[in-house]
Nanobody, 126 residues
Framework: QVQLVESGGGSVQAGGSLRLSCAAS????????MGWFRQAPGKEREGVAAIYIGGGSTYYADPVKGRFTISQDTGGSTVYLQMHSLKPEDTAMYYCAADAYRCSATWSAVDEYTYWGQGTRVTVSA
């Protein structure tokens, strides 16, 4: 079992920045793939970014490429999502997800992840 706790959400104006954090704990084996997803009201949950823990490979959804950066701490138990140039369409609940297997080409699929955090809200005003 893996516990994921997100933090760092908030409200910003368009063009602003936020950094989300996801701390993983209570695991026997460190997760190998950790990702960020988001879900806006009335929409499906979508993958935003993922990182292969230990390997360092990163993956991004097209809408956030060049604006968001996913990274990990030295121990690999905390993952960050640095978000710049935020847009109103980035408004959503952001969720951290983790899986025991390394990230694959289907990293953005909800079904790829076993463990989920409770989410942190991001609101971007025009």
């Amino acid at each position: 079992q893996v516990q994921l706790v997100e933090s760092g959400g908030g409200s910003v104006q368009a063009g602003g920045s936020l950094r989300l954090s996801c701390a993983a704990s209570k695991y026997t084996y460190r997760p190998k793939c950790m990702g960020w997803f988001r879900q806006a009201p009335g929409k499906e949950r979508e993958g935003v970014a993922a990182i292969y823990i230990g390997g360092g490979s990163t993956y991004y959804a097209d809408p956030v490429k060049g604006r968001f950066t996913i990274s990990q701490d030295t121990g690999g138990s905390t993952v960050y999502l640095q978000m710049h140039s935020l847009k109103p369409e980035d408004t959503a609940m952001y969720y951290c997800a983790a899986d025991a297997y390394r990230c694959s080409a289907t990293w953005s699929a909800v079904d790829e992840y076993t463990y989920w955090g409770q989410g942190t809200r991001v609101t971007v005003s025009a």
